[in-house]
């Protein structure tokens, strides 16, 4: 086991599950955070019964619905920035993202 290496879907999955939530408007909550969670979820759950890897394009999807999640949630940037870091670090994908657009001050 020590040389797992988790997804791009799977870390998405972890964070989005351990970041705070610091808004508190139900509907915004359940369309930005609950729904795109689902749909990581499914995607998740699909590559593995179908014994596939994820494309770039589907772990793009996931990195773009985890910034919808922050935006939602409140999360202060340099929180989005660690948690993105960690992304790209502990699934060693960060070559594959390199054009990818990181959230800043603007997007908040």
């Known amino acids: 086991m ?3 290496i988790p997804t791009v879907i799977s870390e998405c999955l972890r964070i989005v599950v351990c970041t705070r939530n610091l808004n508190w408007n139900n509907d915004e909550y359940k369309a930005n955070v609950i729904e795109p969670y689902n749909k990581i979820q499914e995607m998740q759950n699909e590559l593995e019964r ?4 994820a ?3 589907q772990m793009r999807e996931v990195l773009e619905m985890l910034k919808l999640v922050f ?3 409140k999360v ?3 929180e989005q920035l660690e948690r993105f870091n960690e992304v790209f670090d502990k699934t060693q994908t960060r070559s594959l993202f390199t ?3 990181l959230p800043t001050a603007e997007d908040l």
């Open 2 to 4: 020590a040389d797992y």
């Open 76 to 78: 202060p940037l340099e």
């Open 55 to 57: 494309t770039v394009e």
């Open 99 to 101: 054009d990818f657009e």
């Open 50 to 53: 179908s014994n596939m890897t």
């Open 71 to 73: 935006k939602t949630k």
